[in-house]
T-cell receptor
């Protein structure tokens, strides 16, 4: 079945450092979504990328969708303690046309030392 | 706008017992999802409803799990009998539609511990 892998599994940074997490799918994706889950919280939708090579920015967060639509990345510039949490990428399951039938990666846990 | 409501928030049961979780989606959202999130993993879709019909339940362990969405609004997820490996957070989510461009909103989750 479809697999979505994320690296690294954990990342610890000093406040002010940059952070990047990478997402790779075993199959081509029609779109990719990113979610943030704070410790003890629930996933919160951040963004969706649809086009090959698409780049979107949200303040200090930059999201990229690969040309082959099989990989994606999330980059945070100058991390803050409020960035702490687990970042998940998710893509439609193989054969799934529904937006909601998502396969999630295992997530990257980000901790920020003040 | 009120978010996705779930209850109970926490539940501890013994193996072989049963448990039920309730979800009330955001008003007007036609699509409702139940995800299972085991500690340290990403959420896994168990079942998806469009109004009161099942769109996908391919990953639902049907020998012990059941879910319904009567009247196309609230939903209940039941586990009977529970196993130790069912310990997880059960996340309900909803969206206005089932296609691209529809943001999925998750509830706070129901934390289940099976002992």
């Amino acid at each position: 079945g479809q697999q979505v892998m994320q690296i690294p599994q954990y990342q610890h940074v000093q406040e002010g450092e940059d952070f990047t997490t990478y997402c790779n799918s075993s199959t081509t994706l029609s779109n990719i979504q990113w979610y943030k889950q704070r410790p003890g919280g629930h996933p919160v939708f951040l963004i969706q990328l649809v086009k090959s090579g698409e780049v979107k920015k949200q303040k200090r967060l930059t999201f990229q969708f690969g040309e082959a639509k099989k990989n994606s990345s999330l980059h945070i510039t100058a991390t803050q303690t409020t960035d702490v949490g687990t970042y998940f990428c998710a893509g439609p399951s193989a054969g799934g046309t529904s937006y909601g039938k998502l396969t999630f990666g295992q997530g990257t846990i980000l901790t920020v030392h003040p | 706008e009120a978010g996705v409501a779930q209850s109970p928030r926490y539940k501890i049961i013994e193996k072989r017992q049963s448990v039920a979780f309730w979800c009330n989606p955001i008003s007007g959202h036609a699509t409702l999802y139940w995800y299972q999130q085991i500690l340290g993993q990403g959420p896994k879709l168990l079942i998806q409803f469009q109004n009161n019909g099942v769109v996908d339940d391919s990953q639902l362990p049907k020998d012990r799990f059941s879910a319904e969405r009567l009247k196309g609004v609230d939903s209940t997820l039941k586990i009977q009998p529970a196993k130790l490996e069912d310990s997880a957070v059960y996340l309900c989510a909803s969206s206005s539609g089932g296609g691209p461009g529809n943001t999925i909103y998750f509830g706070e989750g129901s934390w289940l511990t099976v002992v």
